[in-house]
């Protein structure tokens, strides 16, 4: 990772230019000292990675699991935990019971499992996505999960390890892949490696020095006071420079990482990759790497090619750690852009600088999404708006990346921040028009399989529209514009921002564009030009 500005030697005096303040890249700014100087970037790479083809040419759909759907004939809910509540009706929004402290008293399950998800892969199939992401399966207190129990065993409310190979072999079958989550900077405080309560009967590190797990964890003032995510008392913090723990996810035979991928599992989601150090990343890539034809994820909410935590650079994209990262920013110049938040030459100031700053093959196939399960829901961040929801759908499926579908998108589902973004899929209230919309993109974006090969450069228009186009040499394969006004707008030359793209992709999308109309609430597409 490199930075640089310019340095002009004048005759009297000295100027510096670097890029604007935010770190955009482009047309930059002349400064008066070095030290007010921000530098422009250039990401170098040990080397090219290289992605699986069901991953590049995928369509993702994320899944939590328990709002999903229940696959048992007569709906009962396996396992229900104790301390523990079931909603009345399907219906029922999501809600946390919690102390005066806000810690949650009862966690609450809506009973959907891993036959439910199988149950549902000829729906997912004719929607058209190829890809399942599923939040963490393994045992746990939680309904989310993300507070791992035993790494080595699916939750009882789920299913068990037979429901999973079901799930694992019809996916196979049909042709689609899945992605586990794999969550290792913390644990559950009541699991097997901590067993704070003793539930249960292996000697957890919260119970005496001779754990074989209490090397595992920082304590402070043992056995009370201990590392822990965000201060969070609930998920204890792992040590990931402790060998042992390394050994236990993916450094030895039968690891975590190398029992579950055996097992039929195509990629990992890193859950907090920013807690987790680039070395540690790295021997998962290399146990990953041991099976052909696998993908590894991490969750980054910034740009992932600079990322600085905890006071250190992160490499995360430069080869042989992550091969994508989850696309938040993608997510925010989109909702951004659809509610009139961010003026269309900003959108493309900030898109170019994500395009220059990633490696290409990390900007061509990031796991871009519009929300997940830590997301307030996209229709509700428009609000609820659902001409503005179909555009979102039609962005996030036209751009380059791999796009991933939040569960129940499609269905119109509204919520706010979790609990309220993790309700119960509407099955008997879906809603057929968007359903139709969003399986059109789908349908249109895997007969495409070459868009993320082709170039690809955004532009705008004036103070009114945003396009971008995918081209081949030096012919224009695709051109998408968005008029994101409430007026109808005829396109001159003298509105066309065509900086980034060559001579000849620039001449074609003049002819193309000026003197038509762009409509308002319409993603207008072409290709298939003359």
Same mark, same amino acid.
């Given at each position: ?17 670097? %890029? ?13 000292? =070095?030290? $007010? &100087? ?26 939590? *699991? ?89 939750? +009882? ?10 799930? !694992? ?19 559950? !405080?009541? @699991?097997?490696?901590?067993?704070? @309560? ?12 001779? @754990? +074989? ?24 913090? !792992?040590?990931?420079?402790?060998? @042992? ?11 975590? *990482?190398?029992?579950?991928?055996? =097992? ?25 790497? =041991? ?9 980054? #909410? ?20 992550? $091969?994508?990262?989850?696309?938040? +920013? ?73 796009? %991933? ?20 899929? +509407? ?43 995918? #081209? ?5 394969? &695709? ?20 900086? %980034? ?12 564009? &000026? ?6 609430? $319409? ?8």
């Amino acid at each position: 990772m490199y930075f640089y500005y310019f340095e002009v030697q004048l005759a009297h005096e000295v100027v510096y230019y670097g %890029c604007r303040d935010g770190g955009y890249g482009g047309t930059g700014v002349q400064y008066a000292r =070095r030290e $007010q &100087v921000q530098m422009y970037q250039l990401t170098t790479l040990a080397a090219k990675e290289s992605l699986p083809q069901w991953y590049r040419e995928g369509v993702a759909y994320q899944i939590f *699991i328990d709002r999903f759907y229940n696959g048992n004939s007569d709906g009962h809910v396996n396992a229900p935990k104790a301390n523990s509540f079931l909603y009345g009706r399907l219906s029922d929004r999501p809600l946390y019971i919690r102390d005066a402290q806000q810690a949650i008293l009862r966690w609450d399950f809506y009973g959907g499992n891993l036959r439910g998800v199988t149950a549902k892969v000829p729906y997912l199939k004719q929607l058209g996505v190829t890809i399942i992401y599923l939040t963490p399966i393994f045992q746990a207190d939680s309904n989310h999960r993300y507070d791992t129990g035993d790494y080595y065993q699916i939750d +009882p409310v789920l299913g068990d390890l037979s429901d999973f190979d079901q799930l !694992v072999t019809t996916l196979h079958q049909a042709g689609m892949r899945l992605i586990l989550d794999g969550v290792f900077n913390h644990v559950g !405080v009541e @699991s097997r490696y901590f067993n704070r @309560s003793g539930h249960y009967e292996s000697l957890g590190a919260a119970q005496a020095r001779t @754990s +074989p797990y209490y090397s595992w964890f920082t304590f402070i003032n043992y056995p009370t006071e201990y590392d822990s995510w965000w201060g969070i008392n609930d998920l204890p913090t !792992v040590d990931k420079q402790n060998q @042992s723990y390394r050994d236990f996810i993916y450094a030895k035979p039968g690891s975590v *990482i190398d029992y579950w991928t055996a =097992r039929g599992v195509d990629g990992w989601r890193l859950d907090v990759a920013d807690e987790l150090p680039d070395d540690f990343i790295a021997g998962i890539r290399q146990a990953l790497d =041991r099976y052909p034809d696998k993908v590894l994820i991490g969750e980054v #909410w910034e740009d992932a090619s600079h990322k600085l935590a905890y006071g250190q650079r992160r490499h995360y994209l430069e080869g042989g750690r992550l $091969q994508a990262v989850m696309n938040y +920013p993608l997510r925010r110049l989109i909702i951004h852009v659809l509610t009139g938040t961010l003026a269309p030459s900003d959108w493309w100031r900030e898109l170019m600088t994500l395009k220059e700053n990633y490696p290409a093959t990390a900007f061509n196939y990031n796991f871009n999404n519009i929300g997940s399960h830590d997301t307030p829901r996209i229709l509700t961040m428009l609000q609820n708006d659902q001409a503005r929801l179909s555009l979102a759908m039609g962005l996030l499926l036209t751009l380059p990346g791999v796009p %991933c579908l939040y569960y129940g998108n499609e269905a119109k589902m509204t919520g706010g921040k979790d609990p309220d973004n993790r309700a119960f899929y +509407p099955w008997n209230q879906v809603d057929q028009p968007l359903q139709q919309v969003v399986q059109q993109w789908v349908q249109w974006r895997r007969a495409h399989p070459m868009l993320n090969t082709w170039t690809f450069a955004p532009f705008y228009m004036a103070d009114y529209g945003i396009g971008y186009v995918y #081209w081949e040499i030096d012919q224009l394969k &695709v051109l998408v514009t968005l008029n994101v006004t409430d007026m109808v707008r005829v396109v001159t030359a003298n509105d066309l921002q065509l900086a %980034c793209l060559p001579t000849t992709i620039a001449a074609q999308v003049r002819s193309q564009l &000026v003197g038509h109309s762009l409509k308002v609430n $319409q993603l207008q597409l072409s290709e298939n030009f003359t």
